[in-house]
T-cell receptor
Framework: GAVVSQHPSWVICKSGTSVKIECRSL??????MFWYRQFPKQSLMLMAT?????????EQGVEKDKFLINHASLTLSTLTVTSAHPEDSSFYIC??????????FGPGTRLTVT | GQQLNQSPQSMFIQEGEDVSMNCTSS?????WLWYKQDPGEGPVLLIA?????ELTSNGRLTAQFGITRKDSFLNISASIPSDVGIYFCAGQETSGSRLTFGEGTQLTVNP
């Protein structure tokens, strides 16, 4: 149990285009999901907290108009990187809480912007 | 903001050796979690700790929640090559809240 999936697993896009990443909890419902960004050889950096039925909460320094988050249902949250640029290239990972205390992570999405 | 100091940053050990890594925090957490991340993958939850002083095992892994609520350690016994990866500690202030991650410990196991 407690499986989180992400789609796509990797994506290459051209500068200026938008990319949507999906995060799904497969066998449980999650009112809260989290989106992280990870650069090579670094720890996970929380970008935003996605709340079902309400607006996402963004961490300081994360542009909410650039990283659009939609938590459409109790099993799906999406992150859209708008007008992507090469500096947005990174590994994006989502997590969801199967219980109040445990968070399970998706397999990640590798984004490369050319 | 909160900070988690995780050490060591990296470890190179021989297969069969035991490993210990730890995290300390400047503030109190009510939950400590330990994750392992393989290259190109998301972190996988290894052990969750909920009470100060708690000692929990998962196979060859043992983790403890410090009495002060500001630290935790993870031990791996009799390491094997598949233990290679990055281990992260994470603290959670309250249930359902955001996680604060340590910087990770890169473990290399030589056969």
């Amino acid at each position: 149990g407690a499986v989180v999936s992400q789609h796509p697993s990797w994506v290459i896009c051209k500068s200026g285009t938008s990319v949507k990443i999906e995060c799904r909890s497969l066998d449980f419902q999650a009112t809260t999901m989290f989106w992280y960004r990870q650069f090579p050889k670094q720890s996970l950096m929380l970008m935003a907290t996605s709340n079902e039925g309400s607006k996402a909460t963004y961490e300081q320094g994360v542009e909410k108009d650039k990283f659009l988050i939609n938590h459409a249902s109790l099993t799906l949250s999406t992150l859209t990187v708008t007008s992507a640029h090469p500096e947005d290239s990174s590994f994006y990972i989502c997590s969801a809480g199967a219980s109040p205390y445990e968070q399970y992570f998706g397999p990640g999405t590798r984004l490369t912007v050319t | 903001g909160q900070q988690l100091n995780q050490s060591p940053q990296s470890m190179f050990i021989q297969e069969g050796e035991d490993v210990s890594m730890n995290c300390t925090s400047s503030s109190i957490f009510n939950t400590w979690l330990w994750y392992k991340q393989d290259p190109g993958e998301g972190p996988v939850l290894l052990i969750a700790l909920y009470k100060a002083g708690e000692l929990t095992s998962n196979g060859r892994l043992t983790a403890q929640f410090g009495i002060t609520r500001k630290d935790s350690f993870l031990n791996i016994s009799a390491s094997i090559p598949s233990d290679v990866g990055i281990y992260f500690c994470a603290g959670q202030e309250t249930s359902g809240s955001r996680l604060t991650f340590g910087e990770g410990t890169q473990l290399t196991v030589n056969p």
